[in-house]
């Protein structure tokens, strides 16, 4: 009798620690910000609200989309720090059987099917010389409520997918916060590469009750043909396109360009003070 | 102890009730001892938030950081209605009225390129100040909105505190405000009563039938920086299909040394 | 005796055009670390394939019953370290070194290492070099290895002769089987240097590039030593066409850089963009008429500097650029 309960007891007291918050289910992504650049998807030349450096510039001015008709860039996938920018999750907790202690928090993303892992067993990561890959390596912990994780060993990816490049040497810290039926996912990415500073994003999603995503097959296909290694993208000062999202838009050539000094209320003061209050050009109607 | 209690049913009980007693504690109720008075917001605020923050404008720029031209509203889930008045926009009769404030509105002021310094007014209330658009909006724990309140520009906010629920792990290292705050937390605010206006400068709509709902969470980063993410939810039955959700980013300053208050803009 | 006289002949017609072949050599070499400090680290790859990272180029290391194969040997003076960490993955006799190409920190510890392991003599140039060639692993490399390797540099050959191959190849290929699995050494004409060997584990789907890929620096053109930008590209793209992908551009074939992280597919296929982009620039420059110096006030790496660029030691972006122009304007023509 008494060992029963003494057994009963230490089994209680033995109860392993569950995840703080539930983030299971399929999220929905709601694109009320930047709805433009993340469903249909970034114009050439839009480099506005991103912290990036000469080098970056220069290389997405470079880019030319066709690059994205070469076979084996049809079915490259979005990398874990761009993948919050649109479509739907869903996320999911793996338990140690026995334990039941966390082990980690796994995330499909429907575009092509992606799906990562969220290490929460406190596992160390890989050394510098281990393979890197789309989705990294993450490592999570809880901070209260929120989910704090840590990413690197992340293969070369982008910040905005017009040619912005995202180095493979960034390191990502992200947060996943909810609250209610909402989420609300923040990526920190630190890349002094290719940024004079962190780029902070926060997306927001809210949790669906149909719990579907559709499948993501992707096949390679013969798109364009062209001579074999020619790799499409505009020689320097030759792409003709840079300037159309200013002028679609009204925006003033020194914010498209981007930069750390265009995301901060200074720059509006200096737009103000140039008399481009915006606002002035035709825009398109929904 | 267990000698004296024979009933297995008991021993079940008891260990249940320390169990739950643990779990309660662990929260944060219970004020400063168990059956004590509840604390006051400031004192029990999970998270601090107060001090000078910055928009880091890193999203919805050229909606933000310039005016959009008229009718271009993307990502705003609006109805028909919504559209329509929103394709009405005058932004030279704006200028010549005397109300420059529309878009400085509760529902879309913390999207404004500016910065925001948060104070306690007192034990129950918090001010937050907007330099650019010079505005005030003042969070009350607790209560309801009073009776015969006005409807306003900012409306009137009732905040409460959400502590972390999990109770245990908080942010460990240095620089905690204390205890509770190390579990963690958010502040939550629901803001009504309030005029119509603008959740953008080129006229996107807001009725006096909106609510707003927010929550303010805050993070710190491994180099030091903080940030406050508000997430703001607009409910309007008159011009939305559907809430509009953003979350809006900002990041501390050590003092107010930039803040530089500026009327508001009709563009 | 035919044979042996071919053999000194080629020798010497290469030597002749190609004198700075051992400066080279020398200059190729980055700066020598701090041996005493350096750790050899191992990454398992597959069942039976490893990779070993340490000061030099990158070492792939295939273990079985049959015993070990490895692919370059680092420097000299890590040759222990290097077989310390082998005898961690198996005790089995080391039976071939591979070389990727002759540079010595890919070739500075063959003499230690073909010591340390056993063989059956044979190879095509084994009897010619002696009794102790048929001691010790047998050196497999591009007979362009052992050409470089023995090149005389006044009385001194360019490297000990207990570290050249034992046996080369002269064609585009040459296939071994070893622990149950094919390897397949194949020989891209004038890329990294003109005696590159780009080593595929077949079952294992694990290539060895040698310098032709690396992630540390802007490709390594050996000129003198019969590299070319071209070549290189093509010999980038020869490695593509062999590999596959799980999806997308990850996992599947690993890649083994000759420097640098491991790598898969989709690195190489960013390397491959950005050698093919700077390519492109150069050569429209090199149309429009312009000069080495022009050339590089243009800065055609700018936006790749950050990965890539090194403003000092051996192998810098100007030197890039500098053997890009040169090697470029072999072919292409002002407009």
Sequence with gaps: MYRFRFLLLAALAAAPVPAQIELSGVWQNKLHEDFPDRLAGPEIGDYTGIPLNAASRFRAEAWDASLITLPEYQCRVHPSDYANSFADIRIWEEYDKDTQNLIAIHIHHFAWGTERTIWMDGRPHPPDYAAHTSMGFSTGKWDGDILTVTTDHLKEGWIRRNGVPRSDRAVVTEHFIRHDNGLTWVVIIHDPTYLTEDMIRSRDYVWSLAGQIAPYPCESVEEVIRPKGVIPHHLPGTNQFLKEYQKNHGVLEEGAMGGAETLYPEFRKKVIAAGDLGGKAPGPLQ | ?267 | MIKRNWLWMAAAAVAGVSGLAVQMAAQSRPQQPDFSKVEIHTLQLRDNVYMLVGAGGNITVQVGKDGVLMVDTEYAPLSDKILAAIRKLSNAPLRYIIDTHYHGDHTGGNENLRKAGSTIAGGNVAGDLGAEASEGAQIVAHNNVLLRLSMPNGNQPAAPQGGWPTDTYLSDKKKMWFNGEGIELIHPEHAHTDGDSIVYFKRNDVIATGDIFTMTSYPIIDINGGGSYQGLIDAVNHIIDLTDTVYGQDGGTVIVPGHGRLCDTGDLLNYREMITIIRDRIVDMIQKGMTLEQVKDAHPTFDYDPLFGNPGGFWNTDTFVEAAYKSLSQTVKKK
């Excluded at chain 2, 009225?97 to 209330?125: L, Q």
């Excluded at chain 2, 908080?170 to 620089?175: D, E, K, S, V």
């Excluded at chain 2, 997430?231 to 501390?252: A, G, M, R, W």
Aim: proline share 7%.
């Design chain 2, 1 to 267: 102890m267990f000698k004296k209690i024979k009933s297995r049913w008991g021993a079940a009980a008891l260990m249940l009730l320390a169990a739950a007693g643990t779990s309660l504690y662990a929260q944060g109720f219970g004020g400063r001892g168990r059956g004590g008075p509840p604390r006051p917001p400031r004192e029990a605020a999970p998270i601090d938030i107060t001090g000078y923050w910055v928009s880091v404008v890193t999203e919805d720029w050229r909606f933000r950081m310039v005016t959009a031209p008229k009718g271009d509203f993307a990502g705003v889930p609006l109805n028909p209605a919504g559209r329509k008045l929103a394709g009405e926009w005058d932004a030279a009769k704006d200028q010549a009225s005397s109300d420059h404030c529309k878009a400085y509105g509760a529902p879309a002021i913390m999207r404004e390129p500016g910065r925001f310094h948060i104070t306690w007014v007192d034990d129950n209330t918090l001010k937050l100040e907007a330099d650019h658009g010079e505005q005030t909006r003042t969070f009350h724990f607790g209560g309801a909105v009073p009776a015969g309140t006005k409807p306003s520009m900012q409306g009137y906010s009732i905040a409460i505190w959400q502590p972390a629920s999990g109770g245990r792990a908080g942010r460990g290292g240095q620089g905690q405000p204390g205890a509770a705050a190390q579990r963690g937390g958010s502040l939550k605010v629901v803001t009504t009563n309030l005029t119509p206006g603008y959740l953008r400068r080129n006229g996107v709509p807001y009725s006096d039938r909106t609510t707003v709902t927010e929550y303010y969470d805050l993070l710190r980063e491994s180099d030091g920086a903080q940030w406050l993410i508000v997430k703001t939810i607009v409910e309007d039955p008159q011009y939305l299909t559907e809430p509009f959700i953003t979350s809006t980013n900002l990041k501390k300053e050590a003092d107010g040394a930039k803040w530089q208050p500026t009327p508001c803009e009709v563009r």
